[in-house]
C-alpha cells in the first residue's frame, strides 16, 4: 500500500488556462475527499465522493471547478479558466467506508498550483 | 463562520516540557474530533483522535482531552522533542448526522526548541 498518491506535485499556469490533478486513492478506500489549502489557512473542503457518487460538494467549489471519480478509484479535480486566487495546494484524501473507529482520512501530499 | 477555531497561531516550547495546543468548536453536533500534524511541503498525517462521548484519550507522549460543557478540545505533548516541530490542526466531523467531511482550524505552528 503506497499510501494516496497525488499528480502533478506542482502545477505553474498562466490565468485563464485550465489545470487538472489526478489522485489515487488507497486501494479499496472508496471515499475520497478533496481539500484546498491556502496559506495561512487549515484545509477547506471542496468535495467528497462515495464510489463514483458524488455526495457532497463545498459552495467554495465554483463552477469553473469540477471533479469526477468515474469508476470509484481515482479522481480528477479540474479547474477551468483559472484565477490568481486559485492558487493553493489542493490536497487529496481517502478513507475506508465505515471506518469509524478512528474516523481518519489519510492524506496525499497534495498538489500546489501556481497561477501567474 | 470558524466552526473549528485555533486561535494561537503559534506556540515555542523547551525540548522535555509540556506543549499544550488549544482548540474550540462552535457546532455542537460535532461526534467526533482529530489532530493532524503537517510538515512543510507534505500532506497532513493523523495522530489521535476522541469521541464526543470521551473526555481523554492517550497514545503514547499524546493525550487529547475534551470538554464538551466548554466546546473545547486541547491536545498535550509530553515530553516535547524537537521533530514534534510541525503545524497541527485541529478537526472535527458530525458523522451521526452522516457529514462526511472534516472541518480543520487554521493551525498552531509548534516549534519544539532544544
Known amino acids: 500500500d503506497t499510501g494516496v498518491s497525488q499528480n502533478p506535485r506542482h502545477k505553474i499556469t498562466k490565468r485563464g488556462q485550465n489545470v487538472t490533478f489526478r489522485c489515487d486513492p488507497i486501494?479499496?478506500?472508496?471515499?475520497l475527499y478533496w481539500y484546498r489549502q491556502t496559506l495561512g489557512q487549515g484545509p477547506e473542503f471542496l468535495t467528497y465522493?462515495?464510489?463514483?457518487?458524488?455526495?457532497?460538494k463545498s459552495r467554495l467549489l465554483s463552477d469553473r471547478f469540477s471533479a469526477e471519480r468515474p469508476k470509484g478509484s481515482f479522481s480528477t479535480l479540474e479547474i477551468q479558466r483559472t484565477e490568481q486566487g486559485d492558487s493553493a495546494m489542493y490536497l487529496c484524501a481517502s478513507s475506508p467506508r465505515g471506518d469509524r473507529a478512528t474516523g481518519e482520512l489519510f492524506f496525499g501530499e497534495g498538489s500546489r498550483l501556481t497561477v501567474l | 463562520d470558524q466552526q473549528v477555531k485555533q486561535n494561537s497561531p503559534s506556540l515555542s516550547v523547551q525540548e522535555g516540557r509540556i506543549s499544550i495546543l488549544n482548540c474550540d468548536y462552535t457546532?455542537?453536533?460535532?461526534?467526533?474530533f482529530l489532530w493532524y500534524k503537517k510538515y512543510p511541503a507534505e500532506g497532513p498525517t493523523f495522530l489521535i483522535s476522541i469521541s464526543s462521548i470521551k473526555d481523554k484519550n492517550e497514545d503514547g507522549r499524546f493525550t487529547v482531552f475534551l470538554n464538551k460543557s466548554a466546546k473545547h478540545l486541547s491536545l498535550h505533548i509530553v515530553p516535547s522533542q524537537p521533530g514534534d516541530s510541525a503545524v497541527y490542526f485541529c478537526a472535527a466531523a458530525n458523522y451521526g448526522g452522516s457529514q462526511g467531511n472534516l472541518i480543520f482550524g487554521k493551525g498552531t505552528k509548534l516549534s519544539v526548541k532544544p
Open positions: 486501494s479499496e478506500h472508496n471515499r
Open positions: 465522493f462515495q464510489n463514483e457518487a458524488q455526495l457532497e
Open positions: 457546532n455542537s453536533m460535532f461526534d467526533y
